[in-house]
């Protein structure tokens, strides 16, 4: 299988330059100077986070080949997805782990965020076609690009301290999980969304507001956890209050949402305890996310201005947030059966 994997690989490598040839030559962009600043953008955050330029440069071109052809209106979303996938095929080599198995775990986040945007589009228009393809080119190409990254022994000590110094700041941050801070952190939640729906005045269409229980449903189809979708749906409605309707800060929260609602239903599944499964959680995806979000807000400037930069900021900060805490504060009043159980047992 070794030959055959490294001619795939190969093939895919060769067909990415063709494609990036091809519309480079026959697909003149409107304004390339924006597109070239969300790439450096993306690139600049990726090497940030990844300490790798070749990785870096994988995730932030991985995306190209569609947002040549079909426009950019997605970049920002996809190269989010892109740089959660390549950061946990980077912590997958540094924990002895299944790094290719490791590169497509985001892969169903990203499809809950795709199929709520074909769901959404038999409502309102969206650049649908743009979003599609851009996807597509990134799961094609994206894992012969980070495999094809030599990975040195320099580069796995500097990636090993980065880990170092993001579980040190995350597992802190993970403290959102505890019942005391979930607790704390969604009461000012509902606070602020009482404010903002008596302050602010261009309040989302009244049929937009379906949209947060369709992200609470597909929350719940791919992680099997009722509190967490209930979650969810209130993050949802306080990103739709602040941004003034669905868009494509929706989509950025559920990728994020799904990416760490996941992870803790894995935990889960593995036996731990319902805080421990979110702190956890938080602690292994919350530098990826805050990163990737980051990505979506620089490479959201060039097309959408400080506004865009601004949507992007608050559905990173409602997922990363506001979803854990008001799912903590959900098991803490409203605890399973099994958990109870496991208290005493304790």
């Not at 990505?295 to 979803?323: D, W, Y």
Request: glycine share 8%.
């Amino acid at each position: 299988m070794a030959p055959l994997f490294y001619t795939l690989r190969l093939l895919s490598l060769l067909l990415f330059a063709a494609v990036i040839a091809a519309a480079l030559c026959f697909s003149p962009q409107a304004d390339p100077w924006a597109l070239a600043l969300a790439g450096l953008g993306g690139f600049v955050v990726a090497l940030a986070y990844l300490r790798h330029a070749g990785l870096a440069l994988a995730a932030a071109l991985a995306p190209f080949p569609g947002i040549l052809w079909f426009g950019n209106s997605a970049y920002a979303l996809i190269v989010a997805f892109s740089l959660l996938a390549t950061g946990a095929y980077a912590d997958a080599l540094l924990k002895d782990e299944d790094a290719p198995i490791a590169l497509a775990k985001p892969f169903p986040a990203l499809a809950g965020a795709l199929f709520f945007a074909i769901f959404w589009s038999l409502h309102v228009a969206v650049q649908l076609q743009s979003l599609l393809a851009t996807a597509a080119a990134t799961v094609l190409f994206l894992p012969a690009l980070v495999l094809a990254v030599p990975i040195d022994e320099e580069a796995v000590a500097r990636g090993n301290r980065r880990r170092e110094t993001m579980l040190r700041f995350f597992a802190f941050a993970a403290r959102i999980a505890e019942p005391r801070w979930s607790l704390a952190l969604a009461g000012a939640g509902l606070v602020l969304a009482v404010l903002g729906y008596f302050q602010i005045t261009n309040q989302p269409p009244l049929f937009d507001w379906l949209a947060a229980p369709v992200v609470g449903v597909i929350i719940l189809a791919l992680t099997r956890d009722g509190r967490a979708a209930f979650a969810a749906t209130a993050a949802a409605a306080l990103v739709l209050l602040f941004t003034g309707g669905v868009g494509g800060t929706l989509m950025l929260f559920l990728l994020f949402a799904l990416t760490l609602g996941r992870a803790a239903a894995l935990w889960r599944r593995r036996g731990d305890a319902q805080t421990l499964a979110w702190t956890r959680a938080m602690e292994g995806c919350g530098a990826g996310i805050a990163f990737a979000g980051l990505a979506a807000m620089i490479a959201a400037v060039p097309r959408g201005g400080p506004l865009a930069a601004l949507h992007a900021g608050i559905g990173l900060a409602a997922a990363l947030l506001l979803f854990p805490a008001f799912a903590g504060a959900l098991h803490a009043l409203v605890p399973r059966r099994g958990a109870i159980k496991e208290l005493y047992r304790v």
